[in-house]
């Protein structure tokens, strides 16, 4: 029997290659495709005014129906748009490091990091650097191709995929009821912006989700720990599979 069509979709300002630390950790049970967003990677540069419907419709085209969407930070974003309006790609949905419902306080830090990449995105991106990967294990070298793949974006386009990044969790959010795939939502502890209290929310509003938190990690969940991550995924996946019931739809767990 072929393996099951596992879809990977990456943070901004970052590509494809984000997710190289979990794929041969899934590759022997799924047909794993990580994807280029619009306007980053190898995909040319969007407009600065660009909207979540069009970075979604921008991968749509690289999904087999039935797939399992993963998405990270913006990619779990994208992935929401197409569980809603494409859900015929969409088997189950897993969102990694996901905003949710930002509360205006949370609104304000996020709109005050796009202007601050708008007037200095040298400096952004190193504030993003260190608000990613302070005080973890991750290897320099990981962190440095991090840190290259964050300054080799074209400008405009990083921008306007920040500002869809920014807002448009207020778009999906009355919404978000209408995904009833198995879903999952999965953050670490101490990610500083895309919180545990927002993957409660996720979890919370999504009708079959559950909320998974690790302990000690940041933002970039996928890159400093794999293995947790690539365990707890291919667990929510053979659950949702089993149609078991082990856990009941907001649970919260702790890996």
């Known amino acids: ?54 970075l979604a419709d921008g991968v ?8 399992h969407l993963v998405g990270f930070s913006l990619g779990a974003l994208v992935a929401q748009q197409l569980a809603l309006h494409r859900p015929e790609l969409t088997r ?23 202007r601050a990449a708008e007037s ?21 070298e990981v ?8 300054r080799a974006n074209d400008v405009d386009s990083f921008l306007g995929c920040y500002r869809v990044f920014a807002d448009a969790d207020a ?11 198995p879903a999952l939502a999965l953050t670490g502890e101490n990610d500083p912006g895309s919180t545990p209290e927002m993957t409660h929310r996720l979890a919370a509003a999504l009708p079959a989700c559950r909320a998974v938190i690790v ?12 293995e947790t991550f690539a365990e707890a995924l291919t667990a929510f996946l053979a659950q949702s599979a089993q149609h078991t019931d082990e856990s009941a739809p907001g649970d919260t767990a702790h890996v």
């Open 92 to 114: 189950t949905l897993t969102s990694v490091s996901s905003v949710c419902r930002r509360t205006p306080d949370e609104r304000a830090a996020v709109r005050a990091r796009l």
């Open 120 to 140: 200095d995105f040298t400096a952004s991106t190193a504030a993003s650097i260190e608000r990613w990967y302070a005080g973890t294990t991750v290897p320099d």
């Open 1 to 54: 029997m072929d393996k099951p069509p596992l879809v990977l979709l990456h943070g901004v300002g970052l590509d494809r290659t984000m997710w190289e630390p979990v794929t041969a950790l899934l590759a022997d049970r799924f047909t794993v495709i990580a994807i280029d967003l619009p306007g980053h990677g190898a995909r040319p540069p969007v407009r600065g005014d660009v909207t979540l419907a069009e």
């Open 171 to 181: 778009e999906l959010g009355p919404r978000l009821g209408d995904i009833t795939v």
């Open 215 to 226: 302990p000690g990690a940041r933002h970039m969940l996928p890159v400093e720990r794999p």
């Open 60 to 67: 749509a085209g690289h999904i087999p129906a039935g797939s």
């Open 143 to 150: 962190i440095d191709r991090t840190r290259a793949t964050l």
